[in-house]
T-cell receptor, first 115, second 112 residues
Framework: DVKVTQSSRYLVKRTGEKVFLECVQD?????MFWYRQDPGLGLRLIYF???????EKGDIPEGYSVSREKKERFSLILESASTNQTSMYLC??????????????FGQGTRLTVV | SQKIEQNSEALNIQEGKTATLTCNYT??????LQWYRQDPGRGPVFLLL?????KEKRKERLKVTFDTTLKQSLFHITASQPADSATYLC???????????FGSGTRLLVRP
């Protein structure tokens, strides 16, 4: 079974703190993603990585950065946490795009509260 | 503008009936469409993929249709069970892009 593991289920951080969310996948997938999920807004893509050290901005990258030093690990960084970044954060991985192998495998999510 | 819409109101049905969930989209030309199940506090889990040249796809009690003229996908669960209660998300995909565009999901409640 594919496993995507996020380092924390719940986090509470203070405004202005630098926050690291870690994600590890064990299936040698090229693609990794960070989404945030908010009620009524669905999943919105923050950043995407298609290879080690490669990244692309998604739809809402402002206030975030990412790091992919190893193929299996994709980190999301909130440079200076703000209350509007309180959300559920979901990491996903997948094979290269196209064809049948396009499904995304998600981690269990990290519920981040910024106070 | 581009939109993907799922009914935000929960669908409440009796056990044994067929649940039908709708996904409509505007100003997209997806190559495929996916459906995911999400339980509270968990990440989504992939269920089915249907490509633009396929009208219908089945997997056990699940059936998905894809009408590119109506720009709509229907997701059916036959002989529904209380364990099917969850939020179901649709997602559009384009072969030329890594991105999946997700709807906000519809919550399904199956009463015993």
């Amino acid at each position: 079974d594919v496993k995507v593991t996020q380092s924390s289920r719940y986090l509470v951080k203070r405004t202005g703190e630098k926050v690291f969310l870690e994600c590890v996948q064990d299936m040698d997938h090229e693609n990794m993603f960070w989404y945030r999920q908010d009620p009524g807004l669905g999943l919105r893509l923050i950043y995407f990585s298609y290879d080690v050290k490669m990244k692309e901005k998604g739809d809402i990258p402002e206030g975030y950065s990412v790091s992919r030093e190893k193929k299996e690990r994709f980190s999301l960084i909130l440079e200076s946490a703000s209350t509007n970044q309180t959300s559920m954060y979901l990491c996903a991985s997948g094979l290269a795009t196209g064809g049948e192998n396009t499904e995304a495998f998600f981690g269990q999510g990290t519920r981040l509260t910024v106070v | 503008s581009q939109k993907i819409e799922q009914n935000s109101e929960a669908l409440n049905i009796q056990e044994g009936k067929t649940a039908t969930l709708t996904c409509n989209y505007t100003n997209y030309s997806p190559a495929y469409l996916q459906w995911y199940r999400q339980d509270p506090g968990r990440g989504p889990v992939f269920l089915l993929l249907i490509r633009e040249n396929e009208k219908e796809k089945r997997k056990e009690r699940l059936k998905v249709t894809f009408d590119t003229t109506l720009k709509q996908s229907l997701f059916h669960i036959t002989a529904s069970q209380p364990a099917d209660s969850a939020t179901y998300l649709c997602a559009l995909g384009m072969d030329s892009s890594y991105k999946l565009i997700f709807g906000s999901g519809t919550r399904l409640l199956v009463r015993p």
